[in-house]
């Protein structure tokens, strides 16, 4: 039983050491029926998050079933085609910029699952985006991070994964409030279609609910790929 339940609840030691409790990934949905929690000590508070097809509704009947609560419908856009022009306001980031990157994702972040959680504090949520985004500078998370400069100051970062298919992935991309509205995003993007993988597909995943963030992926040529929903279980 033990080990039924261990592959299907992945331990985040990271995720667990900014939410105070136990955190796991649910990747097999399929023993639910008679797993319905992670193994963890009496007294344990732990928290698991999983993804399921928005198509599969019978999957996000069970999970409801067993105390999973919808946080958030998650679109997964890409572009392919023509290369973007490179915006002029980016860079690499260098490691002076650590400092500056962590506070705008302190603060930028709003739509995210976290933020969306009832059960999570936003304070709690706006240090997890921080530190995924110092992550990158730890050589911990990401493969690039392009940074867009304006009136000498860092007013937006884009972070990068390499995806397994040679795809671009966009992790984390955030302008800090004072700046939005001038085409930083956008000229993050299309640096980094030039710079980093060059005329690759790019691919981006975004909340429903982000609308702002919608609208400039479609304006960029992104078309949505698929949808799924996000599900969080809080317990103890």
């Not at 997890?128 to 392009?146: D, H, L, P, T, Y």
């Not at 800090?176 to 691919?203: T, V």
């Not at 949808?227 to 317990?235: C, E, R």
């Amino acid at each position: 039983m033990r080990a039924e339940c261990a592959a299907e609840f992945t331990p985040d030691a990271w995720l667990s050491g900014h939410l105070d409790k136990a955190a796991f990934h649910l990747s097999n949905e399929t023993g639910l029926v008679h797993h319905g929690r992670p193994m963890v000590a009496s007294g344990v508070s732990w928290f698991v998050d999983v993804k399921v097809q928005t198509s599969d509704t019978r999957k996000l009947r069970q999970l409801e079933d067993h105390g999973f609560h919808l946080i958030d419908t998650n679109l997964q856009l890409t572009r392919t085609g023509e290369a973007l022009e490179p915006g002029g306001q980016a860079r690499h980031a260098k490691k002076s910029d650590a400092k500056r990157v962590a506070e705008i994702a302190r603060t930028a972040f709003h739509y995210d699952r976290f933020h969306a959680d009832p059960e999570i504090e936003d304070e709690m949520a706006n240090e997890i985006k921080a530190s995924w985004a110092s992550n990158f500078f730890k050589g911990q998370r990401g493969e690039w991070m392009v940074v867009a400069e304006l009136e000498g100051d860092v007013a937006g970062f884009l972070q990068l994964l390499r995806g397994g298919d040679g795809a671009l992935l966009i992790d984390l991309v955030a302008v800090d409030e004072r700046y939005r509205g001038r085409g930083l995003a956008n000229s993050m993007i299309s640096w980094a279609n030039q710079h980093c993988l060059r005329n690759a597909p790019i691919r981006v995943g975004t909340q429903i609910a982000n609308v702002p963030s919608i609208r400039l992926y479609e304006g960029m040529g992104f078309k949505v790929d698929s949808a799924t929903y996000v599900l969080h279980q809080h317990g103890c």
